[in-house]
């Protein structure tokens, strides 16, 4: 908490209308007060090392009151307590008016006060919010020539400064004037609280605070601090005092957060004044941003009509501002990015590309229509849509130039030709897998196996049992015979076929294996048919069987894998036994079934995988 004046004001004097007791231009001048509410009764507050409130140290002293450290037993807090130094009904009516407004005037950006009263001596007690931090005019004194000015330091600078014209906007919608606006009176607290205090020459333009404080048209002796006052309070125009008098004293603080130093000098106070009621358009250096001089110019203008006319007018112009500041700086650190990704081609190039989009991005964020950000986005996304095409990349490059605002056609063209390109090679290699996949000898390579191996087995095995039956006398070879064995022999097989026909209509390979055994047990039983309707001698009915299976199994292998031909051979060893010895054909037929369907269910089992 500061005291009401940063170095301190007096009484006014008997002859003059105001009293000066510095020669800095920086101070307040106050008037003596008069209008506004009367003290009333304001209950007592008890001070003391056994009161309520004990005082601990002095905070600060101005020219008219002291304001000490103080600790509230009830809460067990610190808060901030102002005195009055000096008494007198006017004094005190002008400290309770100042209790009265900041007390009113509930914001974030304004001091609380928590009590007013009077000690047991009547003195009257302003207790407040103890503000841990510093005033706005340390942090700004403390800048180093360098800085004053800068990128970071502006934008710091400036987000305070909306801040305060947060409060001033409640103010004027109460019907307050400040009226002494000044880095001096803000104090920064110590997690970034910005607070505005010493409401001592707040007066009022509304009915409702004029109960609390004197009317604006009653203020017509000089107050306010030279350096940074506008000129119809230079000129004690009360008539003139509106809310454009504030707007100018926030221009006034901009001034100096640009400039380092408020915009009247002079060589004494007088001079000082003089120069407010001139108000000279200011000179600015040339690092100040031409949107930014405009806005100041024009808050610090000579007439109020020309200055901005409420403080949330100059506030959205400073958040514009402030906005399209942190843009600029965001271009500036994409377009660095954007030089690094399109001179490297690696990752490092990847990521200087990401974090160029991302730059450019947040900068359309805080200003929709900054033109170096859309521009540098599209050079960007380009950039990065020229990088995915290079790496063959169709997709990721198509979903980058849609999300451009103004695509190149070629660029777009290029992308939508290499997907169609890549379209039709994946069309292709899909057909040429699908055609791999039916000549694939792996697929159902187990299923063939087994029904090789049961064939060789059931169908073999019986031939050659019956046969051996045959040989011994135990059984006589005829037709009659031979064709109810066929049949069954038909029916398991088929019956095989059946259970394993989802493996067998796979692929390719698998449906000609299928279609070759239903042509061999078919045949088979065909040719036991005809042969008995004939007349056919059984032998020479085993024996064209023997010749008609001999075919099959070539041409299986021949169409299926040449490899497999090592079955009809085994097979073919045995054909001409059967034909120079037809009396043991069964046992023949047997022996060729067994060994042919055993090579090829061992064929088919030990095939390579693909």
Known sequence: MRPDNARGSGPAHPDDTVEVTSPDSRHTIRATPG???EPGSLAQVKLGDRGPIE??????????????????????????????????????RGFVREALITGWLSH?????????????????????????????????????????????????????????????????????????????????????????VDWGLAVAIGDEAALRTQRAAEATELAGTPAYMPPEMAAARADALGPATDTYLLGAILHEIVTGRA???????????????????????????????????????????????TASALRDALEGFVGHHHAAHLCDEGERHLAIARGDVGARGHDAFVAARFAFMQALAAWPDAPPARTGLQATLE????????????????????ALADPRPTLRDRAIAMRAGKADAA?????????????????????????????????????????VMVELGELRLNHEQQLPFMLVMSLAIYGLLWLKRRALLANQVNRRFLVGAAIVVTTDVVNALVGRHLGIPIASSLVLELLFTLLVLVCFAVFVETRLLWAPISFAAFVPLAVADPARVMIYLGLAILASFSTLAWLSHTAPRR
């Open 35 to 37: 209008g506004g509410p």
């Open 55 to 92: 005082l601990l140290d002095t905070l600060g002293q101005g020219g008219t009151a002291r304001v000490w450290r103080g600790h509230q037993r009830s809460l067990r807090r610190d808060v901030a307590v102002k005195m009055p130094l000096t008494g007198g009904e006017a004094r005190t």
């Open 108 to 196: 974030p950006n304004i001091a609380p006060v928590h009590e007013l009263g009077v000690d047991d001596q009547g003195r009257p007690v302003l207790v407040m919010k103890l503000i841990e931090g510093q005033s706005w005019e340390a942090a700004l004194d403390s800048r180093d020539r360098a800085e004053v000015g800068g990128a970071a330091d502006l934008e710091r600078q400036l987000r305070v400064l909306i801040q305060v014209c947060h409060a001033i906007e409640l103010a004027h919608l109460r019907g307050v004037l400040h009226r002494d606006l000044k880095p001096a009176n803000i104090m920064l607290g110590a997690f970034g609280e910005v607070l505005v």
């Open 263 to 309: 915009p009247h000098r002079g060589q004494s106070i007088s001079e000082t004044i003089e120069a407010a009621i001139r108000a000279d358009p200011p000179e600015l250096p040339a690092t100040v941003p031409d949107e930014l001089a405009r806005i100041l110019r024009r808050a610090i203008a000579r007439e109020p009509i020309d200055r901005y006319r």
């Open 383 to 402: 950039g990065m849509a020229e990088r995915h095409l290079a790496a063959g990349d169709a997709d990721a490059a198509l979903e980058l130039i849609d």
């Open 427 to 467: 069309r292709e290699l899909t057909a040429l897998r699908d055609v791999a996949r039916e000549h694939d000898l792996d697929v159902g390579r187990r299923t063939r196996s087994l029904i090789f191996l049961l064939t060789a087995i059931l169908w073999g095995g019986s031939a050659f049992g019956t046969g």
